[in-house]
């Protein structure tokens, strides 16, 4: 580990002395998202030896979608905390979102792109107010979005239900466009994995959906954005010292605006990847993840006071909670038992985010 | 980097007529780096470059501000130069905040002269102030605890390469810079990733000044950057002081501890209840006068007196005296 690291700057930057080999390792080790990294292996290994189903590629591909819808969420959300804000619509926006697309495809015969344009227009201005009422009133954003939530809620199932007389809508697949949108949210490709030593035959097929692409492809652009750029410094900032950050020119304001539209616009993708995947959504679709998302934030090393996490350890927070709520079926056990493996998971990584966070402020 | 540059620059900006005509003169090093513009609030990089060492920058006349019938401060008086400290001492409550808000840009002084470079000024926000290169580091210094050094330094204020959504962070050239710029200070990090927390406070305060001293602040004020400080600390932040002055910055150096004033000082102010004792060039005064002043004479004299009797001869004192004889006589012996 200490000797395979390519340095081509190291001409330029020769090592201080006083930094001892070691301190690469310690560094890797202090990395927000190493603890989820560790669990998440444990839990590979535990359900793949315990359980039939869960590590040949059919059994996968369910775990697999389950973890990459929420590693989107879960990486906007922990870019949020990070610059210091929680969002507890960011649930109900799944549901807002796709009823939006569902009933306009359905209802008014509209054209699919129409209706995914509109519900993205409306996940936006619902961010802009989030992050707008937020910033204006100085209130917590927990109180504030947790106000979103309810009324999110509440408009999607009255809403719903004035406009098409039931709480879900259904069988748009006859609506204008609908194939080029589900190539784009809803396709998926098969995978035969039979050639691995442990898989069965009848079981080789592991289907990998459109969400695990775009899971991918969020947590990258949202490392890089985090690590690699401007914004990324600002968001950090406003987490971890808004006065400070104020102080010296970072424009907090726009900063945490753009974070609350970034996890609009998650649950607007999730919204879409949930639609054209099931082809129907329902006004509840979405409510009660707000604070799995959270959870998997900070399961990925995100403090709950800002200022520190990682995107990658967000998704792999989210990987945990795939796996586990998948492999506690394949074990047989009730599925209840999910919450009570998450409410544990959090105290630990508390605990454990805490203890980093102090060391990481200690005087040396 | 541009210690030789900037005094000619100044020089020559001073030959041309009033170093405040409007034209940019535009920091060497902000072009290389390019230093991105709208770095809002962060000390601004067109600064009028620093004028000769020992010349005038600022110059307060009588000075005062009141609010209502409340008045804060009266009749100040003291100048800043390039190259020299000047002091401002007080105790609490003697309107120190008040004057360097001023100076700052946070309040506008209601009574008095305030020049810069030869021009009267009335700011009316920090911003104003930051335009003239003149920049303040609060006790709170803002930092950002849990970010790496690096980031702090240039934080609002970033390294960028490329362009579009490839435009992304100089990362190697903001830790050269940072690294490079501390060390002109005379600190030497081990690791500029570190977390800015993880740093001592003396530490911390040299940061803030580099960060300001670097992004083109001529005039440098201090806010009690010795406070929260232990003695071996405040020795530590008295030495970037000094290097900031030898670098050729004036600076203003707010304190109420005059051992730690007169060090560094190349000019005295003090101020009490709201009004000036005095503005005195180092030349007229000695340590002992300062802390005499500071206290208000002759307290301090009923003071020293009223402790005196309340330690009598004791085994301690004896054992002090026993440790101070031998002490002489080693220094006689060598």
Known sequence: MTTTV????????????????????????????????????????????????????????????TASSFAIMATAVALLMIGGEFDLSAGAMIGATGLTTGIMMTEYGLNVWVSIGAA???????????????????????????????????????????????????????????????????????????????????????????????AVGV?????????????????????????SARQVGVPVFFTKVILFMTTAFAGWLVGMLSLFKTTTVQST???????????????????????YGSAVGAALGALIYGMVSQGIVYEGWDSDWVYAFLGVMLLGAVVVNNWVKARAEALR | MTDQATPQEGRRRAETGGADDGTVAVDERNDETSVPEGAAGGPASNAPALPKRGEVIIEVDEIGKSYGSVIALRDVTTSVRAGEVTCVLGDNGAGKSTFIKILAGAHEHTSGSFVVDGIKRQFSSPRAALALGIATVYQDLAVVPLMPVWRNFFLGSEVTKGWGPLRRLDIPTMKEITKSELAAMGIDLRDVDQPIGTLSGGERQCVAIARAVYFGARVLILDEPTAALGVRQSGVVLKYIAAARDRGLGVIFI???????????????????????????????????????????????????????????????RSFEQEIGSLEQGRERD
């Open chain 1, 6 to 65: 390519p340095a081509p700057e190291a001409p330029e930057t020769p090592q201080d002395e006083r930094v001892s080999s070691r301190a690469g390792t310690a560094k890797v080790l202090r990395r927000p998202e190493v603890g989820a990294a560790v669990a998440a292996l444990a839990i590979l290994i535990f359900f793949s030896l315990t359980t039939a189903s869960f590590a040949q590629p059919s059994g996968a591909s369910t775990w697999i979608f």
């Open chain 1, 120 to 214: 993205l227009l409306l996940a936006l201005v619902l961010g802009f107010l989030n992050g707008l009422i937020v910033m204006r009133t100085g209130l917590p954003s927990f109180i504030v979005t947790l106000g979103t939530f309810f009324v999110l809620r509440g408009v999607d199932l009255a809403v719903t239900k004035q406009l098409i007389n039931q709480v879900s809508v259904t069988s748009f697949q006859r609506a204008d466009g609908f194939t080029s949108g589900q190539q784009f949210f809803g396709s998926f490709v098969k995978i035969d994995l039979g050639w691995l030593p442990w898989v069965d035959t009848g079981r080789q097929t592991l289907t990998v959906y459109a969400a695990t692409f775009w």
């Open chain 2, 255 to 317: 304190t109420h501890n005059p051992h730690h004033a007169y060090p560094v000082g190349d000019r005295f102010m003090m101020l009490r209840r709201g009004r000036s004792m005095g503005d005195f060039p180092r030349a007229e005064m000695t340590l002992d006068e300062l802390v005499r002043m500071m206290a208000g004479g002759t307290e301090l004299e009923a003071l020293g007196h009223e402790l005196q009797r309340e330690m009598p001869e004791s085994e301690m004192s």
């Open chain 1, 285 to 307: 679709t979405g409510v009660g993840q707000e604070f799995i998302f959270i959870i998997c934030a900070v399961v990925g090393g995100c403090l709950l006071t800002g200022g």
């Open chain 1, 219 to 243: 947590v990258i652009v949202a490392t890089w954005v985090l690590l690699r750029t401007r914004f990324g410094n600002w968001i950090f900032a406003v987490g971890g010292a808004q006065t």
